[in-house]
Nanobody, 125 residues
Framework: HVQLVESGGGSVQAGGSLTLSCAAG????????MGWFRQRPGKDREGVAG????????AYADSVKGRFTISRDNAEKTTYLQMDNLAPGDTAKYYC???????????????????WGQGTQVTVS
């Protein structure tokens, strides 16, 4: 069973920054792709940023490219999401997820992620 615990959410003014962290529990962390997803009020859950196990390649939603950066520390079993130049449209509950994404598939394909954290709220005003 994969345990994922997010932290680092909060409230920030537009233009500010936050860093989210996702700590994984007992599991072969390095085998999984890690992703950050978010769910905005009244919207479906959407992929924000993902990082693979193969060559640590990354993928970002168009809406966050150039502003968000995902990274992972396999030794610490922790995934990070650095969020800069935040905008009110980024207000959402952010979820960390782990899953095996087949080679050639887009890293942020939701259906491949079967382990989820409880989420952390990010509010931008």
């Amino acid at each position: 069973h994969v345990q994922l615990v997010e932290s680092g959410g909060g409230s920030v003014q537009a233009g500010g920054s936050l860093t989210l962290s996702c700590a994984a529990g007992r599991y072969t962390y390095k085998r999984n792709c890690m992703g950050w997803f978010r769910q905005r009020p009244g919207k479906d859950r959407e992929g924000v940023a993902g990082i693979s196990t193969r060559y640590w390649s990354t993928a970002y939603a168009d809406s966050v490219k150039g502003r968000f950066t995902i990274s992972r520390d396999n030794a610490e079993k922790t995934t990070y999401l650095q969020m800069d130049n935040l905008a009110p449209g980024d207000t959402a509950k952010y979820y960390c997820a782990a899953g095996r994404v087949p080679y050639g598939e887009w890293i942020l394909t939701l259906r491949f992620y079967n382990y989820w954290g409880q989420g952390t709220q990010v509010t931008v005003s």
